[in-house]
């Protein structure tokens, strides 16, 4: 499988900043998600990053406090806007369409966000 | 939209035994379902997945079987060996295009030496 690779792994911010966390994948996919995990939680889908468009969210997230960009077959980007101590989580991308496989979606390393 | 039930929240088993871990989903449109191993610090990590076309799949010592007709799917590990402990996700969805997962809650399985 691809190596998919995650900046910054983890991190401590203050409240009302931002963090922007970026996905790097070693070969071209066709899907990227952002994922959400609160501590001890399951996994939340956030949105879908769409290559060259606006990202599709999920109910309950928006695109003011979860801005998105997919500028290329290989890399996306997501921020957490204006945080709070309940955006600490840890933030995962994934990927799909890796050699031909249309429906495996593979899980990067994470980025654990601590928001004081 | 999709909703998946995963039990049990805990399971603790001798090393050596067999460790069963059930789901549930509500969508019949969903024809996907994988299992992912989470450890301390990591990533979600894909060990086997199943398509609503295939009642049974095995990959050494891991099995999934799937009731399309009862919605239900389940991940059984044979021989437990303590690198298995680690938490256990199901998940599901309609497979193709931009469709995201949706999860279970997890299982922390302990296998005890």
């Known amino acids: 499988s691809a190596v998919i690779s995650q900046k910054p792994s983890r991190d401590i911010c203050q409240r009302g900043t931002s963090l922007t966390i970026q996905c790097q994948v070693d070969s071209q996919v066709t899907m990227m998600f952002w994922y959400r995990q609160q501590p001890g939680q399951s996994l939340t889908l956030i949105a879908t990053a769409n290559q060259g468009s606006e990202a599709t969210y999920e109910s309950g997230f928006v695109i003011d406090k979860f801005p998105i960009s997919r500028p290329n077959l290989t890399f996306s980007t997501l921020t957490v806007s204006n945080m709070s101590p309940e955006d600490s989580s840890i933030y995962l991308c994934?990927?799909?369409?890796?050699?031909?496989?249309?429906?495996?979606?593979?899980f990067g390393p994470g980025t654990r966000l601590t928001v004081l | 939209g999709e909703n998946v039930e995963q039990h049990p929240s805990t399971l603790s088993v001798q090393e050596g035994d067999s460790a069963v871990i059930k789901c549930t989903y509500s969508d019949s449109a969903s024809n996907y379902f994988p299992w992912y191993k989470q450890e301390l610090g990591k990533g979600p990590q894909l060990i086997i997945d199943i398509r609503s076309n295939v009642g049974e799949k095995k990959d050494q010592r891991i099995a999934v079987t799937l009731n399309k007709t009862a919605k239900h799917f389940s991940l059984h590990i044979t021989e437990t060996q303590p690198e298995d402990s680690a938490v256990y996700f199901c998940a599901a969805s309609t497979g193709g295009g931009a469709d995201g997962l949706t999860f279970g809650k997890g299982t922390h399985l302990i296998i005890q030496p």
């Open positions: 994934s990927v799909k369409g890796l050699a031909g496989r249309t429906d495996t979606q593979y």
